[in-house]
């Protein structure tokens, strides 16, 4: 009987900054680009000022002025519209060591509702000085952000139900590997399959009976919040996915791998 790989110990980590409460982020914008040791500051000072926010908190409501960016150090957002019938569509997802609400204009206006779909935990985003290794992170992360929401176009205008589930979930599999919250080939997967069914333009009962059939392939495991991509390189291979490349320095799948 296959079980999920155990869970690495937070106490594994070799410096206080990387072992507290920002590890995740600090992990990711690390591997995005190289930062020095006045960014790292940068990043403990402003996890310092950390809050706590409950499960469906507005980070930003659409048509009202956007807060101050803000950085994810733990659990998971997500930018949402909901129609007038009801309806919700997930947009994008942000994960440990995303911004959420990056701005370059003033007065700026959200163009989408970002809410928390678990606790989370953010503090403001430090903003390090032009030419800096975090004003790189950040740029290299917006660019990402654009890669994945042209990946969301792909999946809604061109994948089949069941390529859909499985881009999505190795691009879920990608970005938390970048900040260390893998173990093999497995993460934890707070998201309903109904909430997955809202991300990707399908029916729950559509997307239960796909997650069904690729647990009676092998392909994955799904249980009590957490998810088993037995082999993700295989995965991609059969639907086609290529990992985005926003540098010439490197792909995001050498950096996970990293």
Not at 157 to 177: H, K, T, V, W
Not at 217 to 245: F, Y
Request: net charge neutral.
């Amino acid at each position: 009987m296959t079980s999920f790989p155990a869970a690495l110990s937070p106490s594994s980590s070799s410096s206080p900054a990387r072992g507290g409460i920002a590890a995740a982020a600090i992990r990711r914008l690390t591997a995005l680009t190289p930062l020095d040791d006045a960014d790292l500051r940068l990043l403990d000072t402003a996890a310092d000022r950390a809050l706590t926010y409950p499960l469906r908190h507005a980070f930003q409501t659409i048509g009202r002025p956007m807060a101050d960016p803000l950085l994810v150090l733990q659990g998971w957002a997500a930018r949402v519209r909901i129609l007038p019938d009801g309806r919700r569509q997930f947009m994008s997802f942000y994960l440990p060591g995303d911004i959420i609400g990056p701005a370059h204009h003033e007065q700026p206006i959200a163009t989408a509702t970002v809410v928390a779909l678990t606790e989370c935990l953010a503090c403001p985003a430090p903003t390090g000085p032009a030419g800096s290794g975090l004003a790189q992170a950040y740029a290299v992360s917006e660019a990402l952000d654009e890669a994945y929401l042209l990946g969301r176009v792909v999946q809604l205008g061109r994948l089949n139900a069941q390529e859909r589930i499985g881009d999505f979930l190795l691009e879920i599999y990608e970005r938390l590997s970048l900040a260390g919250l893998t173990v093999g080939g497995s993460f934890e997967m707070p998201l309903t399959q109904e909430m997955l069914a809202d991300a990707l333009g399908l029916t729950p009962v559509h997307v239960n009976r796909m997650i069904q059939q690729a647990r009676r392939d092998g392909d994955l495991m799904w249980k009590s919040g957490r998810v088993l991509l037995r082999d993700p390189e295989r995965t991609a291979r059969t639907i086609g996915r290529v990992s985005p490349q926003v540098t010439g320095t490197q792909t995001m799948a050498q950096a996970s791998a990293g």
